[in-house]
């Protein structure tokens, strides 16, 4: 089973959490973390969306 935990083996993935480790969640406009928050389906993927355009930006700068 393949592991995407950053490793020697997987310096990207390394960088990548490097980078997203420096941003605060506010940054990445996805406040899952809140504690009682109920989320619709589609708040939740627009949440994950938005995580996910912010990956794409910290990656290919």
């Known amino acids: 089973m393949p592991s995407f935990l950053p490793t020697t083996k ?29 989320y619709t389906a589609l708040q939740f993927q627009d949440a994950l969306l938005s995580f996910r355009c912010h990956i794409s930006r910290v990656l290919s700068h």
């Open 10 to 38: 997987h310096p990207v993935f390394a960088e990548a959490r490097q980078v997203l480790a420096s941003h605060f969640m506010d940054d990445l406009d996805v406040q899952l973390r809140k504690i009682n928050q109920h």
